[in-house]
């Protein structure tokens, strides 16, 4: 469009006004000639080059070339422009005082006639200095290059959750989690393996946007080692950077999750426990097996007591008035004093039961020390042990070592049972499993199982399957098993439908629904 279109099309406005809108705009403008010597340029390019106008024109627009520019770039623009296309692009100029800048240039071929009415070709350069813009794109590009290069060189595994919980960007050591783990999504499973251990504590801690710090997860699978990582949560708002969000900021918010593998650590520390719990549980047996003995000499010592009591009323009651001078009554009554006086020395050298601190306790945990310290005996049994705990599992309140020992008393009956002579079935099966508020634990052994009519007897206290004189035989541990599951508010049966050996469960509250009841073991 020449400059009488434009005044055709825009009848409102005079050329004066275009002039003013060329010599005010915010943008260097210039125009040469077909040989890009320079015919006009605005105060705007004197602004940014440094040159007045007198000292440009003629001059041909490569004054501002920083000299450093590829000739190929020159090359790409005379070849659009000589094919009639505007071109666009960045060049390094250089300032009349010889200080570089980066130029955003637009040049466009404007075809026009002269005022004598001849044909001529016109270039209209226009440019803004994008010497910040440049830095500043640099400068983001540099950062996320190193940010990314740090992220994906870490050993830490990170991933950056939207607010759907999707993973938007991850880095190699967190995918290696996802591939050693067979977990499709690793960050689902950490959040859902952190709600169930930290329980309401987690729900407001997201409510909240308050990070969680180094909280130690245990992942474990059957075919594969237990793997522990210290988890981390913090939230990241981003702020929107489109126009309509300009006043109004609607700002992003994401999730980041960060993974330290501290299995290696954590190994070590569970050999170190494991001894001190050896130490701790062989102490507790030996006391516990007076504790039984005792028990055992007590109720057996009770029955007779009962029968001469019973016997000393019955001779009282027929010698009439004479009985204090009967030989018999005084004979019995002595007896019986003798029998309780025996029960109560009995009674005060029974050790006192331990007292133990209840607390959080993570069942897939007891099983599996118990499977460790049990390993000797497995081995010595020639028993295989097929273990599969569940992949998460929630706390129970309770006491760790009384449940180690309900757990060690249900493995070593399961040894013993399968431990005989020609038995060739030797296999243990323990699974963990959550049901509906339930923490489970099933062991399943290959023996030769509990007799419909003794299910509920196995649990009375001195009752034992075996004849008396073979080893282990008191007939005390399912009852105190029993005990234990009883204090912790859970329940221990015997499967009636399973026939192929013996099936036992134990179901301890999840400590979540208990907290929600109201609290402790009774
Ligand atoms: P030159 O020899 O001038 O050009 C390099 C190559 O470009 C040549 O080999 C040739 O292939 C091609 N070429 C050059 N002139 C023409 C032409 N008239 N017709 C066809 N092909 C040609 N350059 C900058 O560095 N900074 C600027 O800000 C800048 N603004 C410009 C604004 C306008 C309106 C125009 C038309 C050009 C502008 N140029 C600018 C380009 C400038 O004219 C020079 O081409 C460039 O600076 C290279 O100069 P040189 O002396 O290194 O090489």
Known sequence: MNSSNTAQAFPEISEDVFRHVVEQSAIAISVTDANARILYVNPVFCTITGYALEEVLGCNQSLLSYKSTPKEVYQEMWGEL???????????????????YVADLTVTPVRTTTITG???????????????????ERQLQNQRQLVESVVE??????ALLDGEGHVVLDNPAYR???QDLSLVDPARAV??????????????AVAARRPIVNHELRFDHAERETRWFSCSLSWVEEQSSTADAFYDAENKVYLLLVMNDITVAKRQQETA?????????SEGELSQ??????????????????????????QRRRAGAGADKDPLVQALAEAREAGETAIATLQSALPAEPLEATGPVNLNEVVRDVLMLETQDFLAAGVTVDWTPARTLPSVSGEATALRNLFRQLVSNAIEAMNRRGWKERSLSVITSVRGGQVEV???????????ELRLKIFEPFFSTKKPGQGGARGVGLALAQEIVRRHRGVLEVDPHYHGGCRLRVSLPDMRSESARDGGIA
Do not use: C, K
């Open 289 to 314: 097996s007076l504790r039984e003995a005792l028990s055992g000499a007590i109720f057996q010592l009770q029955g007779p007591v009962n029968l001469i009591s019973a016997a000393a009323n019955m």
């Open 273 to 281: 426990r494991l001894a001190a719990m050896r130490a701790v549980l």
């Open 118 to 136: 001849q044909p001529v070709l016109r270039y209209l350069g226009m440019h803004w200095d994008a010497t910040d813009s440049h830095r500043m």
């Open 191 to 204: 959040m859902g393996s952190l709600r169930e251990s930290m329980g309401g504590n987690f729900d407001q």
């Open 82 to 100: 000589t094919t009639g296309r505007a071109w666009h692009g960045r060049l390094l100029n250089r300032r009349r005082d010889g200080s570089p």
């Open 176 to 178: 290696r989690i996802g």
């Open 442 to 452: 099933e062991l399943t052994d290959t023996g030769p199982g509990i007799p419909e």
């Open 153 to 158: 060189t870490a050993p830490t595994a990170v």
